[in-house]
């Protein structure tokens, strides 16, 4: 007899600006912007990214946001009034302040309790295992959990010099796009497991240092910075042992998932991961070739690309990496 009520995913949603742009349209760009002679077909056989979607200069994160959650409303059959709790979950935002929720509200036409959650690329975990508490605390009954990513504006386009396109360069992995999903009660399956893992003495290997208190102002504050590699380092010192916590406590191997869900940097970056882990390649939903690092979105894309495969009672296990840095693990069963 289970304890607690049973919290799940009901419906998904995601949206993708129409503007892409290919790694050699991208590499031309920034070649030229900072006089550099870079070899012919560096970004794509550097990242395994062929082309990305980036947002139009009058489109913005609660843009591509508001798309995902007019789809996820769509695909559960209800309306914006029909929710009350709204995170906006996600790395990018539209303005400081207020909460982008706010925004993302306003136009949806909803009255929720609105408000943020932001932890890098682990945002939208972090908001669908909040929402999940909310609801297990009596504090909501149906949350909609919006993300809505546009790193491409953190791209800098025209680096001075060898040094800042390499300080740079894991910004030019970056695509734009949203995601949502309805979290509310159900009968069977739903969220079945969660886990966590945070290195946070790694917080300065990457990110975007402006708009804060350290750096308020000045556009040199605002481009990505920081190391891939050390990144990629950290989490492969400290990823297994999240899995094995996982696989332990709940007693399922890679056998007991119809698909696995993997934050995607880069395809060399994926590959290893299979590498480490021994997860079947064939249960990955590969979507960085096409869309580039799509921040907290590239889960929820995933998911939603994927959910109307799956038949009730299959499990999806979702592995988030974010900057920070932290590691987050999502068991969910399809109601």
């Known amino acids: ?104 509200q306003a136009e949806l036409g909803s009255r929720a309790h609105a408000l943020d959650v932001s932890n890098a690329c682990n945002s939208f ?51 734009d796009g949203g995601a949502a999903v309805v979290v509310e009660r159900v009968e069977r399956g739903g969220i079945l497991d969660i886990e966590t893992e945070t290195a946070s003495e790694h917080w300065e290997v990457g990110g975007i240092p402006g708009g804060g208190s350290r750096h308020p102002r000045g556009d040199e504050w605002s481009y990505f910075r920081g190391g ?11 990823g297994a042992d999240i899995l094995t916590r996982v696989a332990t406590r ?18 060399p970056y994926l590959e290893r991961f299979v590498e480490l882990t021994g997860v079947p390649a064939d249960k990955l939903v590969v979507t960085v070739p096409e869309l580039g690092n799509l921040a907290s979105a590239t889960i929820g894309v995933q998911l939603d690309r994927t959910i109307s495969e799956l038949e009730p009672g299959e499990r999806v296990l979702m592995v988030g990496l974010g900057g920070g840095v ?3 693990t999502m068991v969910w069963e399809k109601s």
């Open 125 to 175: 975990l972090n908001g669908i295992d909040t929402a999940r508490a909310m609801i297990l605390a009596g504090r909501a009954r149906r949350a909609l959990v919006v993300t809505g990513e546009t790193p491409s504006r953190a791209m800098r386009r025209d680096p001075s010099g060898l040094a800042e396109f390499r300080d740079g360069f894991a910004g030019y992995t970056f695509g």
């Open 250 to 267: 709940t007693g399922f191997g890679w056998d007991a998932y119809a698909r696995v869900l993997v934050h995607q940097v880069t395809l």
């Open 228 to 238: 891939g590699k050390e990144l990629r380092g950290v989490f492969e010192r400290i």
């Open 326 to 328: 932290s590691l987050m």
């Open 1 to 104: 007899m289970d304890l607690l009520p049973r919290i799940g995913i009901t419906a998904t949603g995601s949206y993708l600006p129409q503007q892409t742009v290919t790694s050699r349209q991208l590499q031309g760009e920034v070649a030229a912007g900072a006089g550099l002679p870079l070899p012919d077909g560096m970004f794509e056989k550097a990242t395994g990214i062929r082309t990305r979607h980036f947002a139009r200069d009058d489109e913005y994160a609660s843009t591509l946001g508001l798309g995902a959650a007019r789809r996820a409303l769509a695909a559960r059959g209800i309306g914006p009034g029909d929710v009350d709790l709204l995170l906006f979950a996600s790395a990018s935002r539209d303005v400081c302040e207020p909460a982008t929720a706010h925004l993302v």
